[in-house]
């Protein structure tokens, strides 16, 4: 007996629609490894129609004021909340995530960011008005960019949707929106619950593969192009948005180090970055998956770690004992186990180093030691449940292979010397330092990295910011 798959449809103009040309994708449970769902493989004539209903829709959203766009936030968060368990739902079977994680640690959090922007779009702050030169007066104002192209990832399809989102529209831009190919259904959702609240046009998701994306940031109409992914993928966009001239926010790659001191609460540290390197399956570009350890405590450590990952499971979303669930696709299974298969000669797997059951994409929580700087694992992303462990000297030491890679998102510092926390979180070369913790994240702090990692912010004032531009008006007294 065949299943009947789920129909998914993109969002365009306010109605649900199928591809113009009829093509679809199948859209897979890496939990078990099944088709669930066809989506839209959409090309050229779906961006095109997009676009033009995010075009047509902007002047009206533009005008609108900032209390009006406020108004229309605050009911998008009040409606996820409201239907928080089926959008738990969908994002379970996009990703195979632990359904309990999901719904405590991360739909909350989406919630509060949609009611930040919210509040954010009646807060744009200037200098004030002044006379510069004599009998002219200055005016700065603020405005929203226009249609924005946005590309969001598939380790969080929903949260990444409303970094995405949230601040464009509280702006006064208009979205167009592809979800990755393999994560679709939670944002193909969340624009059924958006359209009772927002004018046609405003919010639009286009489901496709790397060429839709690649179609909507070449397109004409867009005046900004947003991307959370893969370094590759982002200097394709900066390649492709700067052949006529558009702006360019990406979040992509990280590799962040975890600087564990001598005199750090070892037992903090361990249940810590265990946790912060293995949640959601290490598939975040600010785990804590690449740990510096003082000498002096290294092997204690090491050992340390390894329990922890041996104490860590994985495995179907409704086990409520599970930290993390499968990786995201055969493909990024490939590439995780490849890391593995290739360490050197010199580093030992201290824990995991193996797939776990015989469906599902699942990989066991992983520790390897006796790394150097330059070897693979520690210089590119591995993307899953693997903490790599390397022994420092001394402080200096520390810096050196902390910042010794080309990604630059973020790190941490686990110290009780508040000399050394300060210095260290003055030098490590990242867009964020944490200090005796690693992965928390608030609305209303900026979240965006430096080097191969990226440029421009997501949440707080600083990335709705991002969303607008500046115009200097300037008139003259005398008329």
């Known amino acids: 007996m065949t299943t009947e798959l789920r129909r998914l449809r993109n969002y365009i103009g306010g109605e649900f629609k199928d591809a113009a040309d009829g093509r679809t994708t199948e859209v897979v449970n890496p939990a078990t490894g099944e088709a669930y769902a066809t989506a839209p493989l959409s090309g050229q004539a779906d961006v095109d129609a997009a676009m033009a209903a995010a075009a047509a829709a902007f002047p009206g959203w533009r005008d609108t004021t900032p209390a009006e766009r406020q108004k229309a936030l605050l009911k998008i968060a009040d409606a996820f909340e409201a239907r928080a368990d089926e ?23 989406m919630v509060d960011q949609i009611r930040f922007f919210a509040g954010a779009a009646r807060l744009l702050e200037g200098r004030s008005a002044g006379e510069y030169m004599e009998g002219l007066t200055s005016i700065v104002r603020r405005e929203p960019v226009g249609v924005c192209a946005q590309v969001a990832p598939w380790n969080y399809p929903m949260m990444m949707a409303v970094w995405k989102f949230a601040p464009a529209i509280a702006a006064g831009n208009t979205v167009v929106l592809k979800p990755s190919d393999t994560t679709p259904a939670s944002t193909v959702l969340m624009a059924e619950i958006i359209d009772s609240v927002l004018p046609k046009g405003v919010f639009n998701v286009v489901c496709g593969d790397r060429e839709t994306g690649k179609a909507m940031v070449e397109h004409p109409t867009p005046a900004m192009a947003s991307i959370t992914g893969s370094v590759r993928a982002g200097m394709q966009v900066a390649e492709s948005a700067s052949k006529d001239v558009k702006r360019v926010h990406l979040e992509l790659g990280g590799k962040a180090p975890v600087v564990v001191f001598e005199d750090a609460d070892l037992a903090k540290a361990v249940e810590d970055i265990a946790v912060a390197g293995y949640f959601n399956a290490g598939q975040d570009c600010t785990a804590a998956t690449r740990v510096l350890v003082h000498e002096s405590i290294h092997d204690e450590f090491v050992a340390a770690l390894a329990k922890a990952a041996s104490d ?49 994409y699942f990989y066991a929580p992983t520790v390897v030691s006796g790394l150097k700087q330059d070897d693979e694992i520690i210089q590119n992303e591995v993307f899953g449940p693997v903490i790599t462990v390397q022994s420092f ?87």
């Open 87 to 109: 959008l738990v739902a969908a994002e379970s079977e996009n990703t195979g995530k632990p359904l309990g994680l999901t719904a405590s640690e991360e739909l909350p959090p």
């Open 312 to 360: 860590t499971k994985t495995g179907q979303p409704d086990d409520e004992d599970v930290l993390y669930g499968p990786l995201n696709n055969p493909n990024q299974l490939k590439q995780v186990a490849g890391f593995i298969e290739r360490l050197p000669a010199h580093a030992k797997v201290e824990a995991g180093g193996h797939q776990v059951g015989e469906k599902g």
């Open 393 to 479: 000297t001394d402080e200096s030491q520390a810096l050196e292979y902390a910042n010794g890679v080309e990604f630059a998102l973020a790190s941490s510092v686990w110290t009780k010397n508040h000399g050394r926390a300060m210095r260290m979180s003055k030098n490590l070369d990242f867009g964020c330092v944490w200090i005796n913790t690693h992965i928390p994240l608030v609305a209303e702090m900026p979240h965006g990295g430096f080097k191969k990692s990226g440029y421009g912010k997501d949440l707080s004032a600083y990335g709705f910011e991002d969303y607008t531009r500046i115009k200097h008006v300037m008139t003259s007294l005398d008329g």
